[in-house]
């Protein structure tokens, strides 16, 4: 069974940018398609990019359209989500997930997801 593990958060001004890796560890998921989520303190967790299993097709939340990037390292089996002009309103905990696909994994409902890394940014 597939395990997910992310890294890179932290704390971040206004304005400024963090990389978030999602590394697979006892499987491979690179024929599935792999996106991140987040959660802030009283709110449902939210989706906010996905890539596709081939990579060819990303898609992003519109709130941080413009502002992060997906991308995915077949060889490395890891996945990352770039981060830039980061706001306080992204302060949350991102966690990452696999599914067949980004329709399925958007449902939240048959995903395996990581533990999640923390991300600050203050004002």
């Known amino acids: 069974q597939v395990q997910l593990v992310e890294s890179g958060g932290g704390l971040v001004q206004a304005g400024g940018s963090l990389r978030l890796s999602c590394a697979a560890s006892?499987?491979?998921?690179?024929?599935?398609?792999v996106g991140w989520f987040r959660q802030a303190p009283g709110k449902e967790r939210e989706f906010v990019a996905a890539v596709s299993g081939s990579g060819g097709t990303t898609f992003y939340v519109a709130s941080v359209k413009g502002r992060f990037t997906i991308s995915r390292d077949s060889a490395k089996n890891t996945v990352y989500l770039q981060m830039s002009s980061l706001k306080p309103e992204d302060t949350a905990v991102y966690y990452c997930a696999t599914s067949a696909t980004i329709a399925t994994m958007r449902q939240m409902t048959n995903n395996y997801w990581g533990r999640g890394t923390q991300v600050a940014v203050s004002s």
């Open positions: 006892g499987g491979t998921f690179s024929s599935y398609a």
